[in-house]
Structures are given as structure tokens and as C-alpha cells.
């Protein structure tokens, strides 16, 4: 089995992606907002932590989180919003993916990937840039000609707070290379 390792740091702040299972197009209805929403809101309740940003877009969501300092564990909070969404949302009757042999013997349901990706914000710098990615991804998914036209992000927030023009679009063909630890 392979050995992951992740960048943990007290009270970090990390850029998270998760990816419904066979990347179906299910988490911008009305029921998957409101289920995701309560899922992040009551783990919040129970382990605390800051949504700094969000998006989400039809068959995945990307978010920016400050933990508590003193706190490293972000996999346990991403593994029991995936799981209160998982259980909500088959129990109002949403659907699942195909649920191949390995997910079968390790009952897992077919609603979101096993994994999800992470990265540890170096500096403000870093921060900067993938609140920009947040923000500017549905565009550059083709699902709106501008952030401001994306109504499932903090986009609105972050212009109201004076970070963005209301007319900002960022940098859709930059490259997104992904910092990698020594």
C-alpha cells in the first residue's frame, strides 16, 4: 500500500481538492449544496477550523482552510465531510458511481474519490495564488466567462472585502505548477 505523506503544520493552512468519484457531475444541485454545506458547518462545529475560500463546481470542490494552531489534522475533518455529505445524500435519495470491486470490498460508496489532493501553504505569496486558482476555475473550466458569474464561490466575498475587482478574471492559461517539498 502506498505510503503518503503530507505536509503537516500547526495551525497551517492548506488548499484542498475533492473530486467526486468518476468525476460525476452531481455537487451543484441544490441538494448537494445544501447537504456540503451542512457537512463543512458541522464539522466546523466539531473541529474547528477556517474556510478562507471555496468553489465548488460540478464534480469537485476546492477549498483554503486555516487549522487551529496547534491542530494538523485537516485528513480527519476532509474524511468526515465526505462522509456526513456521503450518508446524507444517499439517504435523500442522490445517486452513486459504479462501485467497483475494491470499493465493494471496502465498502466504500461511489460518491466522492477514496483520496483527495493537499497542499500546505508555504506563505502569503502561496495563499494568494491559490485563492486567485479558487476563484478563477470555473472559468477556466469553461462553465462561466467570469468569476463574478459563478454563483458557488467566495468570489462576491473577497470583492465586498476590496481583494478583487468585481471585473477580475485572473490568469486562466497559467501553468499551476505545483510546489513540491525537498
Known sequence: MP????RRIEGGQYF???????????????LARSL????????QARRPFRLDAVVLLPDHVHMLLTLPYGDVDYSTRVAQ??????????????SEGYPTASRQRQRIRG?????FWEHTIA?????VRHL??????????GLVQWPKDWPWSTFRQYVRKGTYEPDWCGNVDEPWTIYIEP
Do not use: M
Not at 456540503?36 to 464539522?43: V, Y
Not at 460518491?111 to 483520496?115: H, T
Open 16 to 30: 484542498l481538492t475533492l473530486a467526486t468519484h468518476q468525476r460525476r457531475r452531481i455537487l451543484c444541485n441544490s
Open 132 to 141: 486567485d486558482y479558487i476563484h478563477v476555475n470555473p472559468v477556466k473550466h
Open 111 to 115: 460518491v466522492w474519490e477514496k483520496r
Open 123 to 127: 506563505d502569503r505569496r502561496d495563499f
Open 36 to 43: 456540503l454545506r451542512k457537512a463543512i458547518a458541522a464539522e
Open 81 to 94: 465531510i465526505k462522509k456526513r455529505f456521503t450518508h446524507e445524500w444517499l439517504l435523500a435519495g442522490g
Open 3 to 6: 505510503n503518503y505523506r503530507r
